[in-house]
């Protein structure tokens, strides 16, 4: 599910440029895989998070969604949630917004 353009414009968490830095903040020191795999989620959640920077996904409808092992999600959730870029609780994953 696609969130609308109207939704994200009240609160645009992850513009373009921000989706780049974290990638290449939070992934500079992990193995090229993992970083194009967290850059595939982390363009996954720009576009599916909804206008408060949340998401409602479990971690089995996300490695369905964009197709990569669960393991390897679970890296990097917790490579972004150890930079605070993410927090996770009950069933949705958050976006820091600072």
């Known amino acids: ?3 609308s353009e109207s939704r994200k414009t009240a609160y645009d968490p992850l513009t373009e440029r921000k989706v780049e830095e974290i990638c290449n903040d939070c992934f500079a020191s992990e193995s090229e895989r993992i970083a194009e795999i967290g850059k595939k989620f982390v363009h996954y ?3 599916n998070a909804s206008s408060d920077g949340v998401l409602f996904k479990t971690i089995k409808e996300i490695t369905g969604d964009i197709n990569i092992p669960h393991q390897s999600l679970s890296k990097v959730l917790k490579v972004l949630e150890d930079k605070k ?14």
């Open 85 to 98: 870029v993410i927090y996770r609780r009950n069933g949705i994953i958050g976006l820091w917004k600072n």
């Open 1 to 3: 599910m696609k969130v």
């Open 45 to 47: 959640f720009a576009d």
